[in-house]
């Protein structure tokens, strides 16, 4: 039985095991991958107050989960299945067993939205990827097609660009979705071109990828893209969706995020949520964090309040 359970070890999820863990909760992190989340995908995370240049998500990630088990909280390989609720306790089934908690903290984040497109699911890996970081290094002497125009999208674009590789930026507007900052940045980049009202239709290939289908959405036309004596990869960074699935039982979701107070607490006493999943405008690092702490204090709150 924990005081507090922290689900995902994401920026938010870490935040909040550091401040639960310093109010002396009996606190534990459950997060089936690496610690970090999305934000340990990233090579640069120049936005994060007093970040050094060279940090990358990963950097920032490690040190967040080592401040938290200075701070006494655990840490457990599991992945969440469902949240049920017994009386006042939650009750949480894992990959690892079952779990329980006076208060539970949903940090799921989100995973990469896909474009459902023919060819999509049967070359990921094989030439399509969610992940610059992870996977950039094998294309840098190639082509690239990154699908998206926001700050993934952008930011990605410029990494591989860095790595060496000629990057396209296939984008289904005439404008950046991305921070006025990082647009910039790729309309001044030589190595990368962007192009416009274009839609990725189809990935062909036999067992790799070795071929685009495009579609440019102004000129309704379509035409194809193959690969020649380079490397091929096609990045897809078209937005997320919340991992929200274990929270639909006990919470009604908005468009599968979760509706919270200014406190982070949902609509069900003692369960909170933080971070990306949380129904809001704006995702950054900075704000997961910001209410993966406010959580964490409205939890210690009430703590104390059941104690007296
Ligand atoms: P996003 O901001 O939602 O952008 C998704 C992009 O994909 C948009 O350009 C969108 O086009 C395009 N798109 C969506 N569905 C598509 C489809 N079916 N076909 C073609 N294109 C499609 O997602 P994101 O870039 O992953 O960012 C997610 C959140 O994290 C955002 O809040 C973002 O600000 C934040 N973030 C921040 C940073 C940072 O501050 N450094 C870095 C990464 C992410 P349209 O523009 O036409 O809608």
Redesign the pocket.
């Known amino acids: 039985m924990y005081d507090v359970i922290i689900v995902g070890g994401g920026p938010a999820g870490l935040t909040a095991a550091i401040y639960c863990g310093r109010a002396n909760l009996k606190t534990l992190v459950l997060e089936p991958e690496l610690e970090g989340g999305?934000m340990a995908m990233?090579m640069e995370?120049?936005?994060y107050p007093g970040a050094n240049e060279d940090d990358t998500g990963m950097d920032l990630a490690m040190r967040m989960g080592k401040q938290a088990r200075t701070f006494g909280a655990e840490f457990a390989r599991a992945s969440v299945e469902s949240l049920t609720l017994d009386g006042e306790d939650k009750v949480l089934a894992t990959t690892d067993g079952e779990y329980r908690a006076r208060a539970v903290i949903a940090a799921t984040g989100?995973r990469?939205?896909t474009?459902?497109i023919p060819g999509e699911e049967k070359f990921v890996s094989r030439g399509i990827s969610y992940c610059a970081t992870c996977d950039g290094a094998f294309y840098q002497t190639g082509d690239v097609y990154v699908?998206?125009?926001?700050?993934?999208?952008?930011?990605e674009a410029l990494y591989l660009s860095g790595l060496g590789a000629k990057v396209h930026i296939?984008?289904?507007?005439d404008?950046?979705?991305?921070?006025a900052y990082?647009a910039d940045l790729a309309l001044k980049d030589e190595n990368i071109e962007i192009l416009w009202n274009t839609?990725?239709k189809e990935v062909i290939g036999d067992v790799t990828a070795d071929g685009l289908v495009l579609y440019n959405n102004k000129e309704d036309k379509s035409y194809t893209v193959k690969k020649d004596d380079k490397p091929l990869g096609i990045f897809i960074?078209?937005?997320?969706r919340p991992r929200t699935e274990f929270l639909a039982d006990v919470l009604e979701l908005d468009n599968g995020y979760v509706p919270v107070d200014a406190e982070q607490r949902t609509a069900v006493p003692g369960l909170f949520a933080a971070g990306?999943i949380v129904a809001k405008?704006?995702?950054?690092?900075i704000n997961a964090c910001g209410e993966g702490c406010t959580a964490a204090m409205a939890v210690a709150l009430d703590h104390v309040r059941e104690q007296k």
């Open positions: 999305q990233t995370i120049a936005n989100s990469p939205h474009l459902g699908i998206g125009g926001g700050n993934s999208a952008v930011e296939v984008h289904r507007r404008q950046l979705r991305a921070e990082l839609e990725l960074y078209v937005g997320a990306d405008k704006f995702r950054q690092v």
